[in-house]
């Protein structure tokens, strides 16, 4: 069954508004005749600024995280309210920096996912395995619990707005990609996950995105994989020049 690539902009804890806004203008530009789905996560603090500039066009807004509560005494944290507030569609969760640097546990990932998908946002669901996980043959099962764990309690119905991000941790920023056949084993296993907990057609029709130096050179081979419906895509995304073939593979 064919599924749309949806080729995502991680831009992580990079550029200030004027910077961004650039980079979006850019992007709207070069991408309107995309025939892919497209979006663009940028940090909280820029999110109203390009929100302004997306307004319309064929590219969704995304945040990087939001709190698992709705509102109240959280400091520091940033809320669906909020984020609809200023037209965020789409919320990414469970990204391994947010699992190893600021130790969220498949238990939080959860609530936010349920909140978000509560606010009929899509979640993007990031999994993947530590490079010691990969050596020691826990790659399937580190994803297998962080699906089965991140998607605790979800509808059917809430699955449509859920997709996965196969990312593994020590392909991030390195410049390390999984072999695109390394990475269809993954996300075949992932989607066999999403078979046993959902159903076959729910698996079927599931986005799976590929994460960790995905780059103008390796994109369309990475795409090309059964499994692999689109990228998300953290270094190569900060600049146009990169991005945009990444985007038009
Ligand atoms: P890089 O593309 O920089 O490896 O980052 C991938 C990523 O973490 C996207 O969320």
Redesign the pocket.
């Known amino acids: 069954m064919s599924r749309n690539y949806y080729v995502a902009a991680?831009w992580k804890m990079h550029k200030t508004r004027s910077e961004a806004v650039s980079l979006a203008k850019e992007l709207v530009s070069a991408l309107k005749d995309g025939k892919h789905k497209y979006l663009i996560v940028p940090g909280f603090t820029l999110l109203e600024s390009v929100s302004a500039v997306l307004k319309g066009t064929n590219i969704r807004l995304g945040a990087q995280n939001c709190a698992f509560e709705e509102q109240g005494a959280h400091t520091g944290e940033v809320s669906v309210l909020q984020l609809k507030d200023l037209g965020v569609q789409t919320v990414i969760l469970g990204?391994?920096?947010r699992r190893h640097i600021y130790h969220e546990d498949n238990a939080l990932i959860n609530k936010k996912l349920r909140l978000a998908l509560s606010h009929g946002f899509e979640v993007i669901l990031?999994v993947g395995e530590l490079l010691e996980e990969r050596e020691s043959g826990k790659a399937e099962t580190v994803c297998e619990t962080q699906i089965t764990e991140g998607l605790k309690g979800v509808s059917a119905d809430e699955l449509k707005n859920v997709v996965v991000?196969y990312?593994p941790v020590w392909?991030?920023?390195?410049g390390k990609t999984a072999t695109p056949e390394d990475a269809d084993a993954i996300h075949a296993y992932i989607r066999k996950v999403i078979e046993k907990l959902f159903g076959g057609a729910a698996a079927q029709k599931m986005i799976i995105q590929y994460?960790?130096?995905?780059k103008p050179d390796n994109a369309a081979t990475l795409m090309a994989k059964e499994n692999i419906d689109g990228a998300?895509?953290?270094?190569?995304s900060l600049k146009a020049e990169s991005f945009v073939p990444i985007a038009k593979f």
Do not use: D, Q
């Not at 994460?211 to 995905?214: D, K």
């Open positions: 991680n990204h391994s920096e990031c991000a990312e392909a991030i920023g390195t994460g960790g130096s995905v998300l895509v953290g270094g190569a």
